[in-house]
């Protein structure tokens, strides 16, 4: 059973705070994505990587940074957590194209509330 | 550029009614075309996805969709619904790229409560 892990379902923290947001998939897929999810906005891509140390920007990667330094693990930072990242972070993993379905498959979410 | 509409915001509908969920997306290329359902509290799953064939996509839970490329759609509908199925429902537009990875643009999503 295909499986993404987020290392929180619920987080708190304060204004300021350096926040690591942990996501691991056992699919070995190459493509990995974090979204932060609001209400009547839908997803919204932050950062996505298609192999170990590559990374590119989504949407709205302005205040956030991501690192892969393995395939199995895509981490999102937020260098100073403000309130107005408070939000639903979702995670997802897919395979290269080409060689499936080119399915998404998400992990649980992380509500994180900035204070 | 790609974008994906989704007009209605909440769709009420009274058990064993059929239902219909609205997605419009506008794309200059070639397109790949998902439906996603998130229940609560819960990550987001496929329901069904359009790549290439037959129009017609049947997909989990008895939902299916219709692809119409003249009109930029791709509808979602179930004929019976169940309490079970309320949920928030998210269409979504694949885009490749070209250097290799694939991103997805979603719509805002439908939230459909199902009532009895």
């Known amino acids: 059973d295909v499986k993404v892990t987020q290392s929180s379902r619920y987080l708190v923290k304060r204004t300021g705070e350096k926040v690591f947001l942990e996501c691991v998939q056992d699919m070995d897929h190459e493509n990995m994505f974090w979204y932060r999810q609001d209400p009547g906005l839908g997803l919204r891509l932050i950062y996505f990587?298609?192999?170990?140390?590559?990374?590119e920007k989504g949407d709205i990667p302005e205040g956030y940074s991501v690192s892969r330094e393995k395939k199995e693990r895509f981490s999102l930072i937020l260098e100073s957590a403000s309130t107005n990242q408070t939000s639903m972070y979702l995670c997802a993993s897919s395979l290269f194209p080409g060689e499936s379905s080119y399915e998404q498959y998400f992990g649980p979410g992380t509500r994180l509330t900035v204070t | 550029a790609q974008s994906v509409t989704q007009l209605d915001s909440q769709v009420p509908v009274f058990e064993e009614a059929p239902v219909e969920l609205r997605c419009n997306y506008s794309?200059?290329?070639?397109?790949?075309l998902f439906w996603y359902v998130q229940y609560p509290n819960q990550g987001l799953q496929l329901l069904l996805k359009?790549?290439?064939?037959?129009?017609l996509v049947k997909g989990i839970n008895g939902f299916e969709a219709e692809f119409n490329k003249s009109q930029t759609s791709f509808h979602l509908r179930k004929p019976s619904v169940h309490i079970s199925d309320t949920a928030e429902y998210f269409c979504a537009v694949l885009y490749i790229l070209t250097g290799g990875g694939n991103k997805l643009t979603f719509g805002t999503g439908t939230q459909l409560k199902v009532e009895l």
């Open positions: 794309s200059s290329v070639s397109v790949y």
């Open positions: 359009y790549l290439s064939g037959s129009t």
């Open positions: 990587s298609y192999d170990v140390k590559m990374k």
